[in-house]
Each structure stands twice: as structure tokens, then as C-alpha cells.
């Protein structure tokens, strides 16, 4: 049997965390706007934890993390309803209580050091694995850990690390074995910005931040390889293959809201005598969105119930985050075209939502990369076509 619908408690889930959403983080909208064009973060810190502990109140916390680390584990499905849910809002707030999944493959020190820490917001991590001369081919990377007695000595560059200026540490993944590279020879290490790395922001088109990091003779004691020497390249895979179908799931629910505003404004707005809705330039806008959405719910459910399922999901994934990732642009892009010029103003948080989405295309495997993915799932045999029904 195909089932289509949401479970009563998925359902009545849902509806309360669009409710906290609406109630407690959209009325932040005019201040983020605010402080970001000021040049500030949206929601200063405080502010933020504020939120997350109003969040931990009605019983969001750790919405995927086990419930031995106190989350809800809520698995992967819930994980992308309500990851569209809060996508509705452009305010930089997530749930709290969790941490990057590959903090789990710690050993017990490791994770009283770094998991627990930042399950609860004492600390801070961020990911780096892209170099100036390694994006799209990550197995190029060049930053090197050599040992140095019990210690590692790491140096290189790593660059568009999102919280790399925030962060107090860093999962860093560098070359321990040449020869091997990135089948045997990357290993994935701990590192506190105490022990010596460095940041710089890079500004972008959009309100993340990411930042670059040196690592110049930067010792690291030999307990902090994460997982085991020589496997960081395949733990970096899992994680990022693991997460990705939360990407088109945020997107849907930035889409949504923005399809919201075009019907407002198209059967409010007249031109020539009439509503633009009644326009069938403007309906074929709607509609084209509504069905880009629909496909991209889909895709996202189905990529989150196959990591649920425990089986390989990441054909599945990259199907989803491609048509995410190209629906929202379309959407914001449509959305801002049924709004004129006013559309095109910073009154209006269409351009906000429009710099953001953009990176959508970008991070975490750009469309083209996903292209070339699923393409060579099919032509090497790995998927049949048609294997969703199979
Ligand atoms: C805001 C932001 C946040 C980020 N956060 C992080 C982070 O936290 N941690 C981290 O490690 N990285 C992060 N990244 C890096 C991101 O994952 C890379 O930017 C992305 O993988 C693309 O790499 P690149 O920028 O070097 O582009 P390139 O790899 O140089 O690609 C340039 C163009 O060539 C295309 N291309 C490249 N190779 C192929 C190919 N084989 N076939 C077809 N087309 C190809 C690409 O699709 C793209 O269009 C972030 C990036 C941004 C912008």
C-alpha cells in the first residue's frame, strides 16, 4: 500500500511547531531585516537561545537526536516536516539540541568534550572540508596532518566554512596519507580554535557568513582523530549524504511562504482595471509554483523515508535537493516578478529571501554535481530507472 498521508501525531506536530513559528520567531522578521542591513547578525545570541529555550519549553529539542543525548529522535520524516516548517521564516533560528551527526562516531571523552557540549549550545562546531583549490572535487583536498610523536601537525587553508568565525572548534579534514588521498588517506580531526587556528568572514551575496580558516603548525593531540585514522573522507560523505534531503525540505516551506505573499499581492494588485490575478501571465506563475512545491514535498519525504528505511538514500537525495534547491529560485524568482518593483526593494523581504536561496544551488553539492550524480547512477547500473516503485 502507498500511503500519502501524515499520521494524526505527525499531523498535530506540524501544526504546533507552525504555530510556535508564527507566534515566536515570525514577529523577529522586521528586526532581522533590521540588524542584517545595519551590518549585524539577524538575532544577536541571546536572543536566539531565548528563542531555542521558549522552543525547549513546548518540547522542541533535539528533534533528530537520540533520546539518550535527551532528543526527541524524532527520525528523518518528522525531521523534514518540521524542517519546513521553520524554512517559512527567514530569521536565522533552529531548534536547539543538536549537533552535526558525525560528532556521534566520538569516542566517550570525545563526545563528553565536543557532543554533549554542543547538544547543549555551550559550544560551538563547524565543518571544513572545502579549499580554495577543493570544492566540487573534494577529494583534492590538500591540507595536510603529519605526526609529530603522540601529536598531529596540521597546515592548510580551508574556505566558506558556514560558523567558521563563530565556531570554538572545528571538524577538520586533512590529508594524513598521500598516497592514498582520499581513499585511505584523510582522517577527520577535533580541533579548539585555542590550539591555534585562525578565521577570517568572507562577505556574500547572502546574510550566512561563512569564513576562511588557517591552520599554520596547528598541534592537535593524537585523541582528537575523529573516528579512525584514514576514514574521514567516508565519515564527511555520510554526514553530508545523511543531512541532505533537510535542504529541499527548508526550501519548501521558504517557497510556500512566498507563494503565499503572490496570491495576496496578485488578487490585491490591479492593473489596468482588473487584479492581476486574473491574468493568466500571473495564474500560470501560481500554479507553476504550487505543482515545482508539490514535487519537491515529495521528493523530500521520500528521500527522508528511505533514511528512515536505513537503506541507501542518496540517489534519492540528490533528486530531492536538486529540484529543491531549483524550485525555490524559480519560486522567489516568479514571487518577485508578481510584486513589480516593489518586489524588487528592501521594504519588502523578497530580495532577502532571494540572496539566500540563491546559495541553495551552491552548498553541499551544486546542481550540477547532483546532475552528475544521478546520471552516473544510471548510466554505471547502480539505479534502474523506475527503482522508486521497485
Ligand atoms: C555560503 C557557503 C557556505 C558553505 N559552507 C560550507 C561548510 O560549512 N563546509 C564546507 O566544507 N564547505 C562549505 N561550502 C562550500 C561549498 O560546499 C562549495 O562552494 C561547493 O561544493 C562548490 O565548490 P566551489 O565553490 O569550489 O565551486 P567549484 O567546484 O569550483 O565549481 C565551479 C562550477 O563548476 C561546476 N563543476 C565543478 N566540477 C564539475 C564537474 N565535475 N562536472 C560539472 N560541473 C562541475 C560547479 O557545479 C560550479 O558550477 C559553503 C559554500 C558557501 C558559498
Known amino acids: 500500500m502507498v500511503d500519502f498521508a501524515l499520521s494524526d501525531e505527525q499531523r498535530a506536530i506540524r501544526g504546533a511547531v507552525r504555530s510556535f513559528i508564527e507566534k515566536e520567531v515570525v514577529p523577529f522578521e522586521n528586526d532581522v531585516l533590521r540588524n542584517e542591513r545595519e551590518g549585524k547578525p539577524g538575532l544577536d545570541p541571546a536572543t536566539l537561545r531565548e528563542l531555542q529555550d521558549r522552543a525547549k519549553r513546548h518540547g522542541y529539542w533535539g528533534i533528530n537526536t537520540p533520546e539518550e543525548y535527551g532528543g526527541m529522535n524524532a527520525g528523518a520524516i518528522m525531521s523534514a516536516i518540521i524542517g519546513s516548517e521553520v524554512g517559512r521564516t527567514f530569521v536565522p533560528f533552529r531548534f536547539g539540541g543538536t549537533a552535526d551527526n558525525i560528532l556521534y562516531a566520538g569516542t566517550d571523552e570525545q563526545k563528553a568534550e565536543y557532543l554533549i557540549p554542543t547538544l547543549n549550545g555551550e559550544r560551538r562546531s563547524c565543518f571544513a572540508i572545502t579549499e580554495p583549490g577543493a570544492g566540487s572535487d573534494a577529494r583534492a583536498i590538500t591540507t595536510s596532518a603529519v605526526r609529530d610523536g603522540d601529536d598531529w601537525v596540521i597546515n592548510g587553508e580551508k574556505i566558506f566554512i558556514t560558523n567558521g568565525n563563530e565556531a570554538d572548534f572545528v571538524m577538520v579534514f ?33 546574510e550566512w557568513g561563512p569564513a576562511s580558516l588557517s591552520f599554520d603548525n596547528v598541534h592537535v593531540p593524537g585523541r582528537n582523530v575523529l573516528g579512525e585514522v584514514g576514514h574521514g573522507f567516508d565519515l564527511a560523505m555520510q554526514w553530508i549524504g545523511q543531512g541532505r534531503y533537510m535542504i529541499p525540505a527548508r526550501a519548501i516551506g521558504a517557497a ?27 495564474q500560470w506563475h501560481i500554479a507553476d509554483s504550487q505543482v515545482e512545491i508539490e514535487a519537491a514535498r515529495w521528493l523530500t519525504l521520500y528521500a527522508a523515508w528511505q533514511v528512515e528505511q536505513g537503506v541507501d538514500a542518496r540517489h534519492a537525495s540528490s533528486i530531492a535537493k536538486l529540484h529543491g534547491a531549483v524550485m525555490a529560485n524559480n519560486v522567489v524568482d516568479r514571487v518577485l516578478q508578481i510584486h513589480g518593483g516593489m518586489g524588487y ?15 541553495l544551488r551552491i552548498f553541499e553539492g551544486t546542481d550540477e554535481i547532483q546532475k552528475r550524480t544521478i546520471a552516473r547512477n544510471l548510466l554505471k547500473g547502480n539505479v534502474k530507472v523506475g527503482a522508486a516503485l521497485s
Open 174 to 206: 586533512a590529508v594524513t596519507n598521500r598516497d592514498l588521498g582520499a581513499n585511505g588517506g584523510v582522517t577527520c580531526f577535533l580541533v579548539d580554535r585555542d590550539m591555534g587556528w585562525t578565521s577570517s568572514p568572507i562577505p556574500t551575496m547572502g
Open 256 to 282: 510556500e511562504r512566498l507563494l503565499e505573499m503572490a496570491i495576496a499581492q496578485a488578487n490585491n494588485r490591479k492593473s489596468m482595471g482588473r487584479p492581476i490575478a486574473d491574468y493568466q501571465a500571473i
Open 345 to 359: 526593494t528592501k521594504e519588502l523581504p523578497i530580495e532577502r529571501w532571494y540572496r539566500e536561496l540563491r546559495l
